[in-house]
């Protein structure tokens, strides 16, 4: 399989991440919330989406801002 250029990584990093975290919280919220219910798992991937259309984006700016901050705490060399 053909891998991408290096340069897709700052875009895949944070959609992958995004997609994850996104999934995880808000599934847990889902079954927290409704249980095991008919129609919880439609209920989870719309809260999914929703959720995920909000944090991919600002993952993508957040990012680097937060990699900035760990630079002046951590000794980087």
Known sequence: MKKLPARYAAVLTPLLLTAIMTGIISGISTMRALGFA?????????????????????????LPLAQKAVRLVVDVR
Not at 38 to 62: C, E, H, I, R, Y
């Open 38 to 62: 008919p129609g919880a798992l439609a209920l989870w991937g719309q809260a999914w989406f929703l959720s995920w259309l909000v944090a991919f984006p600002l993952m993508t700016v957040l």
